[in-house]
């Protein structure tokens, strides 16, 4: 199982009072930290309402009392273990409570680093329902709302390990890859009912993905990681201008080119050149 404080088995709901004047209202999932964190504090510097998942209520409540304080937003915790299916559709049912849901940002996730035949079938279960299963519902709780309430944003978060094939991360890679795929086909399939989705494929980060994944980074992925705070940015920015695909960071923009005229062998191999680490565990 992946290392946690709390992996609640239940939900804790919690409102502040409505307002007059209704804000937009954006859901974000995986809030705690990280990219989650800084999409939750540039959305509330918009202005708009939250309702924050993640497993460890602690930190969602910190958050959460931080973004009142300093800009007088809305915001609804709630807890939740995205590999647990139970846990998913209870999350459903609570957010059922909500009348409208104007931006959905389906960011939880995570991966370990390791040899396939290494990696307990556990660790795969729970890597294929969080980025995977967990996220496929969701999608369709809220392109259903999008659409009866008349329009609404979906962003999805893949990672670049969707677009290149990143073996010792074979499973997160090949899960983020359908996201991507995913994205595609409902973008053309909401065209008629002005729910517009985009995804966004992240490269290495500075959170604390790697320390989950038990990856020790290389001196390649460190020259690489990119600021999380510019990664959501960029990821509003694009969903905004109607972009399909977001790939932040000019050198994986120009790596994501060059793969279009690439083996898909090669690239694995060079990812797992970059990904290679002194400490990755043996099958």
Not at 112 to 138: C, H, K, P
Request: charged share 20%; hydrophobic share 45%; aromatic share 8%.
């Amino acid at each position: 199982m992946r290392p946690s404080k709390i992996a609640p088995r239940h939900l804790i709901y919690r409102m502040d009072a409505p307002t007059a004047v209704a804000p937009p209202v954006a859901f974000i999932s995986g809030a705690s930290s990280g990219l989650g964190r800084e999409f939750a504090q540039l959305l509330a510097e918009r202005g708009y309402s939250l309702i924050l998942t993640a497993r460890r209520l602690d930190r969602l409540d910190q958050l959460a009392d931080t973004l009142r304080q300093k800009h007088q937003v809305h915001v609804i915790t709630i807890a939740a273990d995205l590999a647990v299916p139970a846990d998913v559709e209870r999350l459903i049912e609570s957010l059922s409570a909500t009348s409208r849901i104007d931006l959905a940002i389906n960011n939880a996730g995570f991966g370990y680093y390791g040899a396939f035949l290494g990696q307990r079938t556990e660790q795969l279960d729970e890597m294929i329902q969080v980025n995977l299963g967990s996220l496929t519902r969701l999608t369709r709780h809220f392109a259903e709302v999008m659409k009866q309430q008349g329009g609404g944003q979906i962003l999805q978060v893949s990672s670049y390990a969707g677009l290149q094939p990143i073996p010792r991360y074979s499973v997160y890679s090949a899960a983020k890859a359908y996201v991507i795929a995913l994205t595609q086909g409902l973008n053309y399939e909401f065209r008629k009912c002005n729910v517009r989705t985009s995804v966004l494929c992240p490269g290495f980060m500075a959170t604390e993905f790697h320390d989950v994944a038990q990856h020790a980074k290389t001196r390649a992925m460190r020259m690489l990681t990119t600021d999380a705070r510019r990664v959501a940015e960029q990821g509003l920015r694009g969903l905004k201008r109607g972009q399909l695909v977001i790939t932040p960071g000019w050198w994986y923009r120009l790596n994501n080119f060059a793969l279009r005229f690439m083996p898909r062998s090669v690239a694995a191999a060079l990812a797992a050149g970059i990904v290679k680490s002194k400490e990755a565990p043996s099958p």
